[in-house]
């Protein structure tokens, strides 16, 4: 025969489940008790003098890789070496600049104004006035000089590594590489012919200075830390830095509160509420009428 039971004895049973359902939900929220959240953390301002339970010593991953991270901001950007094929390339862009004013030089069909004319409008390069009487009038032997002379000095500027912002003091630099025995005149036609010409050929590699960062940065070796019985790694007042943070670990100063146990817990202390008053409402239960 089946068993009806009465709203009365209905209702306290589901008055206890629903007092359990609430009663876990308002133990595991946010609010109570901040669950999940970490006693400690780095950036926080310490609400009192922390201090080291015991003596410990530790390597600190903290220190480490901030030692790491300034000695690699301490390397300079490196630049490649001085290109080669550059130097080349302007090597034969000067050759052909003085063969076209061999050429004009050598015109016997050309009278002095033209050649003068033609001289002043070469491309790549830009003859002052007396570099351009100069070059009308100097002998073949001076000019076989004046020619090897800016193969020399174009030569030796372009051998040396040229950064873009190294190429205005190149080329201000240019008069000291020219032979002394040249006069000022064919000093001058020298530097004319050759400033035009000198151009950047170290360039910033970033693989370079990667490697140098790197090689920098392996070199730093562990930071070892130690604290004394007593001593203060925190003070009151302070911000809690990583480093800080790490030693407060360290020494198990810093306990996070984990959510899952949490919540197993409040689930723990409802259940064991719930049995106490199921069982205290049973045992206060009026026996049924016959």
Known sequence: MPVILSR???LPPIVLA?????SYLALTQPWVGEIATPALQAGQVAQQDLRAPYSHVFVSQALTEAARAAAEQRVEPVYAPADPAIARSQAEALADTLHEITAIRT??????????????LLDGVALSEMSISLLVTVSTERWDIVQAEARSVLENVMRNPIRN?????????????VSLSMSVEEVQLVVELVSPLVTANSFYSPELTALVRE????SVEAVVVSYA???????????????????LSEMGLVQNIAGNKDLVGAGALV??????????YFRRRPPALP
């Not at 259940?271 to 205290?280: D, G, K, P, R």
């Open 229 to 247: 019985a007593g001593q203060t790694i925190v003070g009151r007042g302070e911000v809690i830095s990583e480093a800080g943070f790490e030693a």
């Open 271 to 280: 259940v064991v509420l719930a049995v106490f008053t199921a069982l205290y």
């Open 8 to 10: 009365q004895a209905l």
């Open 18 to 22: 629903v007092a359990v359902v609430l």
């Open 107 to 120: 015109d016997a069909a050309t009278d002095l104004a033209a050649k003068k004319s033609a001289l002043a």
């Open 165 to 177: 912002d190294d190429l205005e003091s190149a080329t201000q630099n240019l008069p000291s590489l």
């Open 215 to 218: 090689s920098e940065r392996n």
